[in-house]
Nanobody, 121 residues
Framework: QVQLVESGGGLVQAGGSLRLSCAASGRIFSINDMSWYRQEPGKQRELVAS???????NYIDSVKGRFTISRDNSKNTVSLQMNSLKPEDTAVYYC???????????????WGQGTQVTVSS
């Protein structure tokens, strides 16, 4: 089975930085897009940033210039460097990846368990 395991959340003051990491493990043939989502209590989960296997990235407007997504295809990892954090960035952050376990297998969506990021004012 495939697992996505996140690390790096925590409590930080406004203006500070955090780095989230996510490692995919298990039987993996290929990983397509990898992304970070976040969800605040009572709100829908939203896409924060995504990156293709070729390294092309996209961000929501509210994090552009502050967050940087990166991936290491050799290690099946994706990271999110978050700088100049604001209280409105407070949420549970989820790692997401589209993975094929064999070259004939369907591509399946996988989610991490989530990691809390809290930014105090």
């Amino acid at each position: 089975q495939v697992q996505l395991v996140e690390s790096g959340g925590g409590l930080v003051q406004a203006g500070g930085s955090l780095r989230l990491s996510c490692a995919a493990s298990g039987r993996i043939f290929s990983i397509n897009d990898m992304s970070w989502y976040r969800q605040e209590p009572g709100k829908q989960r939203e896409l924060v940033a995504s990156i293709t296997s070729g390294g092309r990235s996209n961000y929501i407007d509210s994090v552009k210039g502050r967050f940087t997504i990166s991936r290491d295809n050799s290690k099946n990892t994706v990271s999110l460097q978050m700088n100049s954090l604001k209280p409105e960035d407070t949420a549970v952050y989820y790692c997401y990846a589209r993975i094929a376990q064999t070259w004939l297998a369907a591509i399946i969506d996988y989610w991490g368990q989530g990691t809390q990021v809290t930014v105090s004012s």
